[in-house]
């Protein structure tokens, strides 16, 4: 962390902790009245609007982050229990509106929530926004004069408006033909006030899972991962449905079962959705070819179809607002991350579970073909996942700490690739420092793989994975990997 620089709160999707413990009402007040202080030196005055997914503690810490907003002058619209991008879609359609703000932990297990600040456009903050929030939140700061207190007010139409244009910006003609049996996993969270409901406007035979609304997740819990969702992935086959498909807590992402009841990563419909894109926008563009957007921890079986179809891939850090930034950048029409967030830019540049949804089925119906045929079509790479735990270092708690550990590790890491070559069995053919250190690899003749190693944005937890051509060699690659990281972390 550079002299001039204040410690880092926000991660690669907002401020996130376990409730009461690394964020609580206090540290949620204290960041609501530097958000509210950074939008007025900004505009002058500052308008915003709130909402929250289904937490148990989403209406704690909103009301405190409304005292802290309040307290520095800005009018707060609260708009209730709303997806993160029918949030996000409310503030960037309203010219009144200077910035937003989501109470949500998205995937993260109930007792975690999270303060998720919005931009005027809609779009997650900037990185230098945020960091003109911490700067705010680590000086002395107070609220205005109470004759300078900002105006509370209650509006829940985003919903709503939000329905309306997810079924406008897809083929609904062609879906409802094809009357499609749908089962519907709204993991006890934010979907659950949308997603049913568009699904029933396109024409779909639906069976929910889990759509009511419960801060408990008593379903599973809401990482729609393929162990959580096995018993979602039964219904669809036993009762012979068309598609699974499962959001996460705030619905900015969605994943998909097939017919037969396999489980489709993120990285496979991402695939999916790059090719269908990067094909009709050929049909229309002019002579550059069509950009799709991903991180740089998306499979290479993104790129392969993207390159196969006549356009080309551009590679960011991780994180779906660096992603969104780069789209608008760029003039890409898609882009995503392979955990099931998908943006459209023909809508908005966010991730939107309910529009990938709605998206698959367009591309199904448009094709012909079922969502098995699809993925077949993909090149196939394995991944493995896994991680190192430093919470028993976070001595003094709170995200500040958890900066400084990250800046730490980081540092370490760096001298010891260089100083021992990593010590491990596969030869490193290239390296890439986008986003943590992502290293490229030869683990036999003729096969290539790649190694990604980078602190968590949101958790306690130094992140690694892996991509090979066979799921033994992944195995193998994260295996390694990760003993190495340990043997940093020992040293720090």
């Known amino acids: 962390m550079a002299e001039n620089e204040p410690p880092r709160l926000f991660g690669t999707n907002g401020v996130r902790g376990v409730v009461n413990g690394t964020i609580d009402p206090l540290f949620a007040s204290r960041l609501g009245l530097a958000f509210s202080l950074s939008l007025r030196r900004k505009y002058g005055a500052a308008r915003v609007k709130i909402g929250t997914d289904t937490r148990v503690s989403s209406e704690m810490l909103k009301s405190a982050v409304v005292s802290g907003l309040l307290s520095g002058g800005a009018d707060v619209v609260d708009i209730g229990v709303s997806p993160s991008p029918a949030v996000q879609q409310s503030v960037g359609t309203d010219d009144l509106c200077d910035g937003g703000v989501i109470i949500t932990a998205s995937h993260n297990p109930p007792q975690f929530n999270g303060i998720k600040c919005i931009s005027a456009d809609g779009t997650e903050m900037s990185r230098d926004e945020e960091m003109e929030i911490e700067r705010l939140f680590f000086s002395e700061i107070y609220g205005g004069d109470w004759t300078e207190m900002g105006h509370f007010s209650e509006d829940y139409s985003a919903n709503d408006s ?168 760029e003039g890409a029409m898609f882009g995503g991350e392979g955990n099931g967030g998908a943006i459209f830019s023909c ?89 943590g250190i992502k290293l490229y690899v030869a683990p036999s003749a003729g096969e290539t793989g790649w190694v990604l190693i980078r602190p968590s944005g949101t958790e306690p937890i130094i992140r690694v994975a892996s991509e090979a051509s066979d799921a033994g060699t992944a195995k193998k690659l994260v295996s390694e990997t990760r003993e190495f990281v340990l043997s940093v972390m020992k040293n720090l």
């Not at 219904?235 to 959001?247: K, N, P, Q, R, T």
């Not at 370490?412 to 890439?432: C, K, Y």
Request: glycine share 6%; proline share 4%.
């Open 162 to 329: 939000y329905m309306d244009s997810i079924v406008s910006q897809v083929d609904a003609e062609a879906i409802k033909e094809r009357h499609f049996r749908v089962v519907l996993d709204c993991s006890n969270g934010a979907a659950s006030y949308t997603s049913p409901y568009i699904l029933e406007r396109l024409g779909c035979m639906l069976i929910t899972l889990n759509c009511q609304p419960d801060g408990f997740f008593p379903g599973h819990m809401s990482e729609p991962t393929e162990r959580n969702l096995k018993d979602t992935a039964a219904v669809v086959s036993a009762l012979s449905a068309d598609i699974g498909i499962a959001h996460d807590g705030d619905a900015d992402r969605t994943v998909f079962i097939d017919e037969t009841g396999r489980y489709i990563s993120g990285n496979v419909s991402l695939a999916i959705f790059a090719k269908y894109m990067v094909r009709n926008a050929l049909s229309t563009a002019g002579p550059a070819p069509p950009v799709v957007v991903t991180a740089i921890d998306s499979s290479s079986a993104v790129e392969d179809v993207v390159k196969e179809a006549g356009g080309v891939v551009k590679y960011t850090r991780i994180g779906s607002p660096v992603v969104a930034r780069t789209m608008i950048r």
């Open 347 to 435: 809508l908005h540049y966010f991730r939107d579970g309910a529009m990938s949804a709605a998206k698959m089925l367009e591309i199904m119906a448009r094709t012909g073909k079922k969502l098995s045929e699809l993925a077949d079509e993909v090149p196939v790479y394995f991944q493995a996942k896994d991680s190192v735990d430093y919470s028993s270092l976070l001595t003094e708690g709170g995200v500040e700490a958890m900066s400084r550990i990250k800046e730490r590790f980081m540092q370490a890491l760096e001298g010891s690739i260089i100083d021992t070559s990593l010590h491990l069995s596969f030869p490193v053919t290239d390296r890439n420092t986008t986003d």
